[in-house]
C-alpha cells in the first residue's frame, strides 16, 4: 500500500530552525494535497499548513510567515520549513496525503493516508 515516511523532527532552541520531510512510497499514480498537522500534548490534532499538486499553499494563522510548505512531485515528497520557532511550536507533526490514487490489483482507489509522525520539541 502506501505510506507516508516523516522526517526530521527533533530538539531545538527557540528561535532556532527544522526541516521536516515527509517522502511517500507504494503504488502511487497521483497525490492531490499534502500537508503537515501537529497535535500538542492535550490539544486536537490541527492543521499547519498544506500545498495542492498546483503550489497552492495554506497556513495556520499561528505559523503565518514563520513556516514554508513546498513539495517536490516527482519525489513525492513534501517539506517544512521552520523558522523562528516558539515553545508552543512543540508537539507531534503527522504528515497527510490527500487523495492518494493508487492501483491495486487492476482497481483505482482513492486514499487518504497520514505517517506515524515526527516530535518537535523547542525549548525556551
Known amino acids: 500500500q502506501v505510506q507516508l515516511v516523516e522526517s526530521g523532527g527533533g530538539l531545538v532552541q527557540a528561535g532556532g530552525s527544522l526541516r521536516l520531510s515527509c517522502a511517500a512510497s507504494?503504488?502511487?499514480?497521483?497525490?492531490?494535497?499534502m500537508g503537515w498537522y501537529r497535535q500538542a500534548p492535550g490539544k486536537q490534532r490541527a492543521l499547519v499548513a498544506h500545498?495542492?499538486?498546483?503550489?497552492?499553499?495554506n497556513y495556520a494563522d499561528s505559523v503565518k510567515g514563520r513556516f514554508t510548505i513546498s513539495r517536490d512531485n516527482a519525489k513525492n515528497t513534501v517539506y517544512l520549513q521552520m523558522d523562528s520557532l516558539k515553545p508552543e511550536d512543540t508537539a507531534v507533526y503527522y504528515c497527510?496525503?490527500?487523495?492518494?490514487?493508487?492501483?491495486?490489483?487492476?482497481?483505482?482507489?482513492?486514499?487518504?493516508?497520514w505517517g506515524q509522525g515526527t516530535l518537535v520539541t523547542v525549548s525556551s
Open positions: 507504494g503504488i502511487i499514480v497521483s497525490i492531490g494535497t
Open positions: 497527510n496525503a490527500e487523495p492518494v490514487l493508487t492501483r491495486l490489483a487492476g482497481n483505482y482507489r482513492a486514499l487518504e493516508v
Open positions: 500545498i495542492t499538486s498546483e503550489g497552492s499553499t
